[in-house]
């Protein structure tokens, strides 16, 4: 069983739509929750992080956590072509071990 | 612009060749990265420093040896490489090991193994 699983896409959306982005982790002592933003050919981008359950807004981003159903989710309002991207849920234990990069999920924000 | 520089962004190397990639990074993180990344995978780590020490070391063959010379810096050292080891490397920093802080990236070194 993979740790973290996202769907690899492509999640292909209209500009101006938003885009919802998918995470799931199978260990429960999960403690922080990462989204990264990679282009093609470039490295891996900090979008956002979230530890406690609920929304986190950052701008057109939100990020939801749900700890009781293992989910991490990150939302794009008013999608542009320029957020088309890959996008890599990582995932840090409690014991502090390392990130657990999912195998991330394309975006293509059509115009 | 990252706060993580890695040099060079480029290299192409014979498979008999020796060199070394490099790292910096000036936000005081004492916990420093290294990973592989494949097209169209995630990145998959290498090697962990904690306060310049190897932490770990996720069973990379002796071809890539890693050091730490000082808290900002970390190296990578490549000799006898093969063309599966063509990839992007990523250096990456965080505030600690055990914080839940994120990790922050380098712009990667292109290598290319001929």
């Known amino acids: 069983q993979k740790e973290v699983e996202q769907n690899s896409g492509p999640l292909s959306v209209p500009e101006g739509a938003i885009a919802s982005l998918n995470c799931t982790y199978s260990?429960?002592?999960?403690?922080?929750f990462f989204w990264y933003r990679q282009y093609s050919g470039k490295s891996p981008e900090l979008i956002m992080f979230?530890?406690?359950?609920g929304d986190k807004e950052d701008g057109r981003f939100t990020a939801q956590l749900n700890k009781a159903s293992q989910y991490v989710s990150l939302l794009i309002r008013d999608s542009q072509p320029s957020d088309s991207a890959t996008y890599l849920c990582?995932?840090?234990?409690?014991?502090?071990?390392?990130?657990?990069f999912g195998p991330g999920t394309r975006l293509s924000v059509l115009p | 612009d990252t706060e993580v520089t890695q040099t060079p962004k480029h290299l192409v190397m014979g498979m008999t060749n020796k060199k070394s990639l490099k790292c910096e990074q000036h936000?005081?993180?004492?916990?420093m990265y290294w990973y592989k990344q494949k097209a169209k995978k995630p990145p998959e780590l290498m090697f962990v420093?904690?306060?310049?020490?190897?932490?770990i070391n996720e069973s990379v063959p002796s071809r890539f040896s890693p050091e730490c010379p000082n808290s900002s810096l970390l190296n990578l050292h490549l000799h006898a490489l093969q063309p599966e080891d063509s990839a992007l490397y990523l250096c990456?920093?965080?505030?600690?090991?055990?914080?839940?802080?994120?990790?922050?990236f380098g712009d990667g070194t292109r290598l290319s193994i001929l």
């Open positions: 990456a920093s965080s505030q600690d090991r055990n914080s839940n802080q994120p990790q922050h």
């Open positions: 260990d429960r002592g999960s403690q922080s």
């Open positions: 979230i530890y406690s359950n």
């Open positions: 990582a995932v840090n234990t409690w014991y502090g071990q390392n990130f657990v």
């Open positions: 936000m005081g993180h004492r916990a």
């Open positions: 420093y904690s306060y310049e020490k190897l932490s």
